[in-house]
């Protein structure tokens, strides 16, 4: 498949979201082994799950360390190459911008704890769920408001529009699912909530009218 076919795909490009559906397949399996007595809409929660674990510990945490010794730019491998190909997107990522260093750090190492906390509470139907589901998707939630609002609050001088796949394919879609997901978590944390609201109310009744 030749670059005239799909434009602006580079072999780095095609490699890069290779390694995205590797990752999907990999949660897709952890998912199947540990989340088969769970409800259908907890299993797909515990794909989201085991896929964030897995991006923040593989991609983000090497970016992390790349731009701690030194810059993406300046590093050299195959994960140098992969953030390097997102960076043509956003430059912030090349050069170890220190806010964007910064929500990383936070991410890989506070995210991934709560993660990982929320997929044993899931599997063990813990009482503390539904609060390091809230937790989580507030992280992560402003995670993403403080990686691109200080940039847009410049008039977006490091984010670069010009081809399709800079915009919509890492910029929109990549930062989008971390955006949709945790607003669908905390919809559902809500309605999880409310229900128990709701339950207990009848059970009250029930106690008057006996």
């Given at each position: 498949m030749d670059s005239a076919e799909l434009p602006g795909l580079s072999a780095v490009s095609l490699l890069s979201l290779s390694a995205c559906v590797l990752q999907v397949f990999c949660a897709a399996l952890l998912t199947y082994r540990y989340g088969?007595?769970?409800s259908g809409e907890d299993r797909w929660i515990l794909l989201w799950l085991f896929y964030d674990v897995i991006v923040h510990l593989t991609l983000e945490g090497p970016f992390v360390y790349m731009s701690l010794v030194g810059t993406v730019e300046t590093s050299e491998g195959p994960l140098a190459e992969l953030w390097k190909e997102y960076g043509k997107a956003d430059s912030r990522w090349l050069v170890s911008d220190p806010t964007i260093v910064s929500i990383e750090i936070f991410t890989?190492?506070?995210?991934?704890?709560?993660?990982?906390?929320?997929i044993h509470a899931i599997l063990k139907k813990k009482y503390y769920r539904h609060f390091l589901q809230i937790a989580l998707s507030v992280c992560e939630l402003y995670g993403g408001w403080m990686t691109f609002c200080p940039d847009?609050?410049?008039?977006?001088?490091?984010?670069?529009?010009?081809?399709?796949i800079y915009l919509w394919v890492y910029l929109v879609f990549f930062n989008g699912l971390w955006v949709l997901v945790p607003v669908l978590l905390l919809v559902q944390s809500w309605s999880c909530l409310k229900s128990l609201e709701l339950r207990g109310d009848n059970s009250e009744v029930i106690r008057k009218n006996m």
């Open positions: 088969g007595i769970t890989v190492v506070l995210d991934s704890i709560l993660a990982l906390l929320l847009w609050l410049l008039g977006s001088p490091h984010l670069n529009t010009s081809r399709w």
